[in-house]
């Protein structure tokens, strides 16, 4: 199962099973007055609502105010067992974080309600309020991926700020580094730590210096770095050694509060072996971390006890199972998209998984680089907060709700109808394929509320506007005003490129089918006299409706709003 909050909008989708959802506890006298409720405060946006889904098909609605339920309702009287109901209860709230279920009631429990209740540890108090306690074993599982892992740095950071606390971490190759650095619980020198890391400080490889961050330069470091590990059946690790040496303290690592688990690679097998740190020998731990972080064979093989161990990744890049079999109950999960084997886990319907997971590319797995970490980390942290709901937005990051977006969004819906006589839908149908539309460009949900915001968002990265940075959208849509004023930076990101990286500039600027070049066309095609741009638009809303509606949200930012 899986848990969606929802927006007003979507009491279009969700009309027609809330009409044949019952009250299996005494919120209201009816079914029909339970609908009702539901239905009139999501369209004002008082409470929080959630539907809970199990494959896909929404089994459980709920209304949250304050702390406490005061409406529930499940899908048809055949779908409802107890079980699942209170499954899904537990799912919304952990995913909320909150410290107990709480159920308000307008009307008297029968001595079977209550005796249900009872049954699955909820107690009463005097004014007839049921609650549960909910008890976590939360486990922040960080993934491999090498140079790209100081984004779980930035997770970190953002957990700490929430006060989030996790009991259990299981990490991968960099997860397994980061993991040690948690342990530690010094989170200013592990950010030092990365903020001024180099790959001569990792791997006894000669880089060159680099002064202009070209293509040519970086594959040719690439070359180099190939060449120097065949020719020595994987480079040296000896800097590695050398800095967990200097930033691992045995005596914190030993005293670590949480239970950590790291996973490597046993040779010549291939064998997945997962490692208890907590319980390894003093003179151990820092053999193992780097036994789960040697990603032969372009780094050389740790040796233990002559056996032989390599990158983790190769059996299990992101650990959830192992915080599974370990006694997880909630999982927080930062995968930074290395290479590597992803296993598949099964979940119970009332454990929530939050899995963090950038829209952006995070650079080189092999090729360090300081100031790109720090932007790696910024992203960590900003996206984090934005998976607790603390912010908003999908490639960007804003620190508004979506009143100032709605706002906007009205203002430009004007624009275009009075400009153009463009009307967005004019019934269900139309809705959902230029919803459909819009997310094969912006890669996340989109609603009716956060169309103004998508636009934004697309027209941001056509910019090249950095995605490390807190907004207001005021504040984004100035830099996106700037156009043919003032230039904006070259690229995204400070620092180190990937090849991807550059590979995915170089399509952008080039190819006709990207999304860029697209941009630029259908900008150029619409350059015409009002007449022929009307007729045009009315034509071309109806095959490429994301585009248009792009091309004329820039339109409006340049000249509509003045």
């Not at 019952?22 to 008082?46: C, D, G, N, R, V």
């Not at 309600?113 to 004014?127: I, P, R, S």
Request: hydrophobic content about 40%; aromatic content about 12%.
């Amino acid at each position: 199962m899986n848990v969606l909050k929802l927006v007003p909008s979507d009491k279009y989708d969700i009309a027609s099973a809330i009409q044949v959802s019952t009250l299996p506890l005494p919120f209201y006298k009816e079914h029909s007055a339970a609908h009702q409720q539901f239905l009139e405060q999501l369209e004002i946006m008082e409470a929080d609502h959630y539907v809970v889904l199990k494959n896909s098909q929404p089994v459980l609605f709920a209304t949250i105010s304050g702390e406490s339920i005061v409406n529930l309702m499940t899908r048809d009287i055949s779908w409802m067992n107890w079980k699942l109901i209170f499954d899904g209860l537990e799912l919304i709230g952990k995913t909320r974080f909150q410290s107990e279920i709480r159920m308000t009631f307008a009307q008297p429990l029968s001595h079977m309600e209550q005796a249900v209740l009872e049954k699955h540890e909820y107690f009463f108090t005097d004014d007839g309020t049921a609650s549960r306690k909910l008890h976590y074993h939360t486990a922040l599982v960080l993934g491999g991926g090498g140079a790209r892992g100081a984004y779980q740095i930035g997770v970190w950071q953002a957990l700490k700020e929430l006060e989030i606390p996790f009991e259990l971490i299981t990490g991968t190759s960099v997860g397994a580094l980061n993991g040690a650095l948690i342990i530690q619980d010094d989170f200013e020198r592990a950010k030092e730590m990365w903020e001024k890391i180099e790959t001569k400080k990792i791997l006894s490889f000669p880089m060159k210096v680099s002064s202009k961050n070209t293509l040519s330069e970086l594959l040719g470091q690439i070359a180099s770095f190939t060449l120097a590990a065949i020719q020595s059946k994987g480079v040296s690790t000896q800097p590695l050694q050398q800095l967990l040496d200097d930033t691992f303290s045995e005596e914190k690592l030993k005293s670590a509060k949480q239970e950590f688990y790291i996973v490597t690679t046993e040779l010549p097998g291939v064998t997945e072996r997962v490692i208890h740190f907590n319980s390894c020998k003093n003179n151990q731990q820092k053999q193992w971390l780097l036994a789960s972080s040697s990603f032969f064979p372009a780094m050389a093989a740790a040796v233990i006890d002559e056996k032989f161990y390599i990158d983790g990744g190769y059996r299990n890049n992101v650990p959830i199972d192992v915080a599974f079999q370990n006694g997880a109950t909630e999982y927080i999960v930062a995968d930074v998209k290395g290479p590597g084997f992803s296993k598949r886990t099964e979940l119970p319907d009332s454990q929530p998984k939050i899995v963090l997971k950038t829209p952006w590319t995070l650079g080189n797995v092999l090729l360090f680089d300081g100031i790109r970490s720090k932007v790696n980390i910024q992203l960590g942290y900003l996206e984090t907060m934005k998976a607790f709901q603390k912010y908003n937005g999908y490639w960007y990051t804003f620190d508004e709700d979506l009143k100032k977006a709605v706002s906007i969004q009205k203002s430009f819906f004007r624009y275009i109808k009075k400009n153009y006589s463009l009307s967005l839908w004019k019934n269900g149908e139309s809705r959902k394929r230029i919803y459909q539309k819009l997310r094969r460009y912006y890669k996340d949900r989109v609603y009716e509320e956060n169309i103004s915001l998508v636009l934004l968002e697309l027209l941001g990265k056509q910019r090249d506007i950095p995605p490390n940075k807190l907004y207001t959208v005021t504040e984004f849509i100035q830099l996106l005003e700037k156009d043919g004023e003032e230039s904006l930076p070259e690229n995204s990101f400070d620092g180190m490129i990937s090849v991807q990286e550059w590979l995915g500039r170089y399509y952008d600027e080039f190819f006709l089918l990207s999304d860029k070049r697209q941009f630029q066309l259908m900008t150029n095609f619409l350059n015409v006299e009002a007449e022929e741009k009307q007729r045009r638009l009315s034509v071309l809303f109806e095959r490429l409706p994301a585009m248009v509606l792009e091309v004329l949200m820039n339109e409006y930012i340049q000249k509509g709003r003045r």
